[in-house]
């Protein structure tokens, strides 16, 4: 990485640049499941900014530039973090690990004790990096879907 990110809490005015990345990242997802409206793909920005609203997620900024983006929200006492998204040309420069442990430590900062996040069972890289930083598989569900949960308190 040419110069170190700086990570900062995310906010509503980020959205447009929020979904533009996200859109992005999420292509090479829909490809691997043959499934162009994947709800990352679809989401408008009307829902993102309604989502952003008290929400714990940061984003890395590059020059003046959100080059990834991740969301999460308190549950009573669980982290549920989503949609972590990284701009294709920065992608595989650690970005997802600096973003992850952010948005850990918001979340501990907001009183939760443990993280849950979510990814498809093809999506090897994704789970490359949740099981790297920590998180254990928790749960597969029918369709695919891989949780995992990491503990906060450690």
């Known amino acids: 990485m040419a110069d170190s990110p700086t990570i900062r809490p995310i906010d509503t005015d980020d959205a447009g640049e929020v979904l533009t990345i996200q859109r992005a990242a999420f292509a090479s997802e829909a490809l691997i499941y043959g499934d162009p409206d994947m709800p990352p793909l679809t989401q408008t920005l009307e829902e993102l900014r309604a989502e952003l609203v008290e929400n714990l997620g940061c984003v890395a900024v590059t020059d003046h530039r959100i080059v990834g983006a991740v969301r999460a929200r308190r549950d009573g006492e669980l982290l549920l973090i989503g949609r972590l998204a990284i701009a294709p040309d920065q992608q595989g ?14 979340g501990r900062e907001a009183g939760a004790t443990e993280a849950e996040l979510f990814t498809g069972g093809l999506s090897e890289a994704n789970q490359r990096l949740y099981e790297r930083e920590g998180y254990h598989r928790s749960e597969e569900t029918a369709d695919g879907e891989i949780f995992y949960r990491k503990s906060l308190t450690d």
């Open 93 to 106: 420069e650690g970005l997802g690990t600096l973003l992850l442990a952010a948005v850990e430590e918001r």
